[in-house]
């Protein structure tokens, strides 16, 4: 749906409508504790700094004094470290795609694929911690590949690295484990018992494969990849800047497929140039 009102309304004003409801709307849950979790604050702040940083395009310091702003107050509100790393980036590489040296950086073709490549890094991560800590037999076979002196070293990086963000890769890895992936998805069991008070899957890639399963999430990566492919060729700086955030965090939080964190779902839309496609099913009708 968001891809499709994307492709009829102007995308600066979608922008705007979004900015305009979700910004009081935040003011307020963050008054009166209306938020289920702290993150949920981390990253609705982190979406008001991109949508701030594209809705000012032509006013860089407007851009820069707004998105600052609540980048210090969701700081200072969530304590989330993927919030400050996140935005943190966000702001540099909006610093340097106004920069000559910097464009070069913000013009490179790898952004084309960060969604595929922050998808495989998330899994690669997620089966190493598997391999070194849980042991499980599927991903063991990762210990034969490197000799012990290394193994040891690789152990005590992806357990520093676990606890560096919070643990998310131990949930990521129990939850491959216990549940698996499928085709179509759909593998998530909510109501287990963990021992803790709910279970959730905070990796927006790793929820992606194991909820949407196998074929949704290959679709959704084409499609991703097709929209920074567009952001790209039509050097859409800004919204490559999103790209790159999105994709980051996701491995993170569940900021992937959430169309109330992740905007991009509009710009989609607003990349698919309607006007051209007609004209070429018009010419195909016409020559058949």
């Known amino acids: 749906m968001s891809i499709f009102v994307g492709m009829h309304v102007e995308f600066y004003k979608i922008v705007r409508w979004i900015l305009y409801v979700k910004g009081p709307v935040v ?33 860089i310091y407007k851009a820069l004094g707004m998105a600052s702003v609540l980048y210090i107050l969701g700081s200072f509100l969530s304590k989330s470290g ?27 073709r790898l952004w084309i694929g960060i969604f595929p490549i922050s998808l495989l890094l998330n899994l690669v991560l997620v089966w190493i911690y598997s391999a070194y800590v849980y ?39 129990f939850s491959l484990e216990k549940f698996g992936y499928s085709f179509w998805g759909g593998n998530l069991d909510y109501k287990v018992d963990t021992g803790l008070p709910y ?27 097709f929209m920074m492919w567009r952001f790209w060729k039509n050097r859409q700086d800004i919204l490559i800047i999103t790209g790159i955030v999105v994709a980051l965090w996701s491995m993170n939080e569940d900021v992937l497929i959430s169309v109330g964190m992740n905007f ?16 070429r099913m018009r010419r195909r009708k016409l020559e058949g």
């Open 27 to 59: 003011l307020f849950a963050i008054v009166f504790g209306g938020y289920t979790h702290i993150n949920y604050v981390a990253m609705n702040m982190g979406t008001l700094v991109l949508l701030e940083l594209y809705y000012n395009k032509d006013n």
């Open 199 to 225: 279970f959730l899957v905070d990796s927006g890639m790793i929820l992606l494969l194991q909820d949407w399963g196998f074929l949704m999430m290959i679709i959704s990566m084409v499609i991703f990849v």
């Open 135 to 173: 042991s499980y037999s599927d991903t063991y076979f990762i210990r034969n590949l490197f000799p012990s002196a290394i193994n040891g070293n690789l152990k005590m990086f992806i357990m520093a690295f676990n606890q560096f963000v919070s643990g998310r890769i131990n949930l990521a890895a």
């Open 82 to 108: 993927s919030f400050i790393i996140c935005i943190s980036l966000a702001i540099v590489l909006y610093v340097l795609s106004n920069i000559k040296v910097g464009e070069k950086i913000i013009h490179s």
């Open 264 to 279: 991009l779902f509009f710009a989609i839309g607003a990349n698919l140039d309607i006007s051209k496609i007609n004209d």
